[in-house]
């Protein structure tokens, strides 16, 4: 897929998830946080990277993930919306040196807390490889902080 179709099509999605997460009906929480993990699998089923690698983030990002909800919805739901504005920015970056897909994958919507303690580690670790295979340094809080810029791949 090119770049312009990957970009068209994450924006598409972050338009739709924005829809779903600020719509006038709320959520069930249990579908609140289902809603969260399906935008994290579309985004990375988007993305330019390892099949086996992004298999393997996500078998361990849905087996760990938490389905009870970590915060009040609203500042979930306005954590979320800050996330798929970063998304949108990442989607639009024109500078060559900076990749797409690291912008994305670090503008995912994952915390610690959205995780079970026991795939942390898991999660870390594809996330590192992911980003070692596509050049880029890592840090030990890629899943919050979102500030690395990398070779494109």
Same mark, same amino acid.
């Given at each position: 897929?090119?770049? !312009? $179709?990957?970009?068209?099509?994450? +924006?598409?999605?972050?338009? #739709? *998830? ?5 719509? @006038?009906? %709320? ?7 289902? !809603? ?7 985004? =990375?089923?988007?993305?330019?990277? $390892? ?5 393997? +983030?996500?078998? #361990? ?9 970590? &915060? ?11 996330? +798929? $504005?970063?998304?949108?920015?990442? !989607? %639009? ?6 990749? =797409?897909?690291?912008?994305? +994958?670090?503008?995912? @919507?994952?915390?610690?807390?959205? =995780?079970?303690?026991? /795939?942390?580690?898991?999660? *870390?670790?594809?996330? $590192?490889?992911? %980003?070692? /295979? ?8 890629? =899943?919050?902080? &979102? ?7």
């Amino acid at each position: 897929m090119s770049r !312009s $179709n990957i970009r068209k099509k994450l +924006l598409g999605i972050a338009d #739709y *998830y924005e829809a779903v997460f600020t719509g @006038p009906r %709320m959520m069930k929480h249990g579908e609140f946080r289902s !809603s969260v993990l399906g935008m994290i699998i579309e985004m =990375l089923d988007v993305l330019r990277i $390892n099949d086996d690698l992004r298999m393997e +983030l996500i078998r #361990y990002i849905t087996s760990g993930w938490r389905m009870e909800m970590v &915060g009040d919805e609203s500042a979930e739901a306005e954590m979320i919306i800050e996330k +798929l $504005n970063s998304v949108r920015r990442a !989607s %639009m970056h024109d500078d060559m040196s900076y990749s =797409l897909e690291m912008g994305v +994958l670090m503008s995912l @919507p994952i915390r610690e807390m959205d =995780l079970e303690e026991d /795939q942390v580690a898991h999660v *870390y670790d594809a996330m $590192n490889r992911i %980003m070692e /295979q596509m050049g880029c340094s890592t840090t030990e809080d890629h =899943l919050v902080s &979102g500030s690395e810029h990398c070779a494109s791949s």
